[in-house]
């Protein structure tokens, strides 16, 4: 068993994982995982360890059909499990009927430009924020929490680049008050360490004090080293999927997430030891082979590597039997 001291370890030690697979990582996946396979899942990664998870979405089941099943999910889990979880929002409807399976812990999500808001939730980035204030409302009459997330905060697919200033006007906007986070997306996975430093400070130091989540995507191969930028920045929570699984249905373009395993290696929290980083190893091969996904997780493929003489690599391994070869790919 091995625990590296990062250099950085005073600052990354205290980072939140999110693990966001069984949301974000299934949206492009076209198969439905049974409710019994993402309650497991849910209970497997609790019991490694990872802090937080991101169970499911309110989406329409016809226009994001791997999340049909997501309200069973959070019905089946013991009030213990879901203080741990998250569920992605878009109304205060879905706030209600989220609650009522349970739930206590919501992102309401809104993307910073309008035409991608219009395509992934129906309505202007402002109907959105009008809304907010009832969400809000929802939230505190069951003592929960609610996170104010921000999609396209650095491109939009259709738009192009989006302003550093239109972030913070949402981050600053009223009706935003009594959100206790503030998730900050690159959608695409198009940004660069020096903007997602940039953003966060300033979303740190000229926006109402909140935990900043910062949520990535690895479209462009940057996705752990904007990470560790968005949390020398202050990002306190960090967003990953198993095996960089994952994209936006409705943001072209879009890949998969940074890989939870990659977030994980890099940052070293003090949970993780080589011995836990191998099982998230396996249960992320046996999810992506079921899935029939690429594996493009590189710390998954370091472990598989025959560097035996590395704690955190899998003795005797090589490429899983029945796995398929890592690729390169794409909230």
Same mark, same amino acid.
């Given at each position: ?11 990354? /030690?205290?980072?939140? $994982? =999110?693990?966001?697979? +069984? ?7 076209? %198969? $439905?995982?049974?409710?019994? @396979?993402?309650? *497991? ?18 989406? =329409? ?15 089946? +889990? ?39 808001? %219009?395509?992934?939730? /129906?309505?202007?980035?402002? *109907?959105? #924020? ?6 809000? &409302? ?25 302003? *550093?200033? =239109? ?7 009223? =009706?935003?008050? /009594? ?15 020096? @903007? ?75 949970? $993780? ?5 191998? &099982? ?6 046996? +999810?992506?082979?079921? #899935? ?5 997780? %590189? ?6 590597? %025959? ?16 796995? @398929?070869?890592?690729?390169?790919? /794409?909230?």
């Amino acid at each position: 068993m091995n625990h590296f001291e990062s250099p950085l370890s005073s600052t990354l /030690g205290n980072v939140l $994982l =999110r693990d966001v697979t +069984l949301r974000d990582g299934l949206q492009l996946t076209g %198969k $439905l995982l049974p409710a019994e @396979q993402k309650i *497991e899942t849910v209970r497997e990664l609790l019991r490694l360890g990872v802090p937080a998870i991101e169970l499911g979405s309110m989406a =329409r089941a016809d226009l994001v059909p791997t999340m049909a099943n997501t309200l069973e999910v959070v019905q089946a +889990l013991t009030p213990e499990e879901l203080e741990k979880c998250w569920i992605w929002v878009a109304t205060p409807g879905h706030v209600v009927k989220a609650s009522a399976a349970g739930a206590r812990n919501f992102q309401y999500c809104l993307s910073a430009s309008d035409t991608h808001n %219009k395509a992934n939730i /129906g309505r202007t980035t402002d *109907e959105s #924020l009008a809304a907010l204030p009832l969400a809000v &409302e929802y939230t505190r009459a069951v003592n929960g929490q609610i996170q104010l997330c921000i999609a396209t905060s650095f491109t939009c697919p259709f738009e192009g680049y989006v302003p *550093e200033e =239109r972030i913070l006007s949402i981050a600053n906007d009223p =009706r935003a008050e /009594g959100t206790t986070d503030i998730v900050i997306c690159d959608t695409l996975g198009q940004a660069v360490p020096a @903007q997602v430093s940039r953003l966060i400070t300033r979303v740190r130091d000229e926006s109402p004090a909140r935990r900043i989540v910062y949520h990535g995507h690895d479209t462009w191969g940057l996705g752990v080293a904007n990470t560790l930028a968005a949390i020398q920045a202050g990002a306190a929570m960090v967003d990953g999927a198993l095996g960089g699984l994952g994209g936006c249905p409705f943001a072209p373009g879009a890949s998969g997430n940074t890989s939870s395993e990659d977030i994980l290696f890099a940052t070293r929290p003090e949970w $993780l030891t080589s011995d836990v980083f191998r &099982e998230l190893v396996v249960l992320s091969e046996k +999810l992506l082979a079921e #899935l029939g996904e690429p594996n493009r997780s %590189k710390a998954a493929q370091g472990a598989r590597s %025959k560097a035996e003489a590395f704690d955190w690599a899998i003795p005797g391994a090589n490429q899983p039997s029945g796995s @398929q070869p890592a690729s390169a790919g /794409g909230n």
